[in-house]
């Protein structure tokens, strides 16, 4: 996952396109989606997703068309934490989200009374029904090793009706990850001057992507958060480290194959103007029709 950027030190692109437990999620848990998950909607904003789910929307419209009169495709979302995504595809799609996480959902729900929430697993969640669009964001990336990015792929051919399209975005490929990647950024909450803003935490976070052993399906994420105190102004460090996983266009679409779906990767085209999408890659997919019904 890259975050969004909260101002403009991060470079920015517009878009081309060419042809069980928490515990599971890493060990130990990202604290960013269990005791500090109050800090996510702080640290990227519902705002800073509406570029790139415009882009979702484009692609779901030129894969499926526009739906019968009256209608609107259904979408379901895996790893839709808290609903920033959500919040601008509900306003063209009947959106179901569901993510592993309770406090992550309980700011989905929120944000989005309006829409149905499942706490599961992209792993092993099973719905009994199937959806137009399967949506799988920056979630992918808790998906360490090949068996289980290849059990969310098949959850997602679980959920897809055949017909109906998959959009798998891992932050990185092999090939587009950056090791040694930098970024940081603070909330606007670092001087409340308005009734309310004490409400906000002071926060600045950096993140630092790297991969520790080339030779295995991961690389690590490390977020720190600065967070002053508005009494005290004192500030408190917190290091929280994610482990992601990192595979290779031809990997995800073996494993998509496995699962069964054909996936087709769309690149995306690096334009310092634009204000871009998390990922340089992304997994448009079908059902081959070896999916296990
Ligand atoms: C970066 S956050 C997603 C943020 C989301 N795009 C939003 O709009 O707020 C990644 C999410 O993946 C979820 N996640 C990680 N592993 C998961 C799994 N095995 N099943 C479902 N969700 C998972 C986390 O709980 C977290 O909410």
């Not at 799609?93 to 959902?105: H, R």
């Not at 803003?197 to 994420?221: K, L, N, Q, R």
């Not at 087709?264 to 871009?276: I, K, N, V």
Request: proline share 7%.
């Amino acid at each position: 996952m890259r975050f969004k950027t909260l101002g403009t030190q991060q470079p920015c692109r517009a878009v081309v396109w060419h042809p069980d437990i928490m515990v599971a999620m890493s060990d130990p848990a990202p604290r960013l989606y269990t005791d500090l998950a109050h800090l996510w909607p702080h640290l990227s904003p519902p705002e800073h997703y509406a570029e790139e789910t415009e882009t979702l929307r484009e692609l779901i419209d030129d894969a499926l068309g526009q739906p019968p009169a009256g209608q609107r495709w259904s979408v379901l979302e895996l790893g839709a934490g808290g609903g920033h995504s959500t919040v601008h595809l509900k306003a063209h799609f009947d959106v179901t989200a569901s993510d592993l996480s309770p406090q992550m959902l309980a700011h989905c729900n929120a944000l989005n009374p309006d829409v149905p929430t499942t706490e599961g697993d992209m792993r092993t969640m099973r719905l009994g029904k199937t959806f137009d669009v399967v949506l799988i964001c920056d979630a992918i990336d808790y998906m360490t090793t090949r068996d289980d990015a290849v059990a969310a792929l098949t959850t997602v051919a679980a959920h897809l009706r055949p017909g109906g399209v998959a959009l798998i975005a891992p932050t990185y490929t092999a090939e587009t990850f950056t090791d040694g990647d930098v970024a940081h950024d603070a909330t606007a909450g670092m001087n409340p001057s308005a009734p309310g803003d004490e409400a906000i935490p002071g926060v600045t976070y950096f993140s630092f992507v790297h991969d520790p052993d080339p030779a295995d399906t991961t690389f690590e994420m490390i977020l720190l958060y600065l967070l002053r105190d508005h009494e005290t102004r004192q500030v408190q460090t917190i290091e929280d480290r994610h482990t992601c996983g990192l595979f290779s266009i031809q990997d995800w679409q073996d494993m998509a194959e496995e699962a069964g779906l054909d996936a087709e990767a769309l690149a995306e085209e690096q334009d310092p103007g634009g204000t871009g999408s998390a990922w340089a890659v992304i997994f448009r997919a079908n059902l081959t029709g070896n999916h296990a019904a």
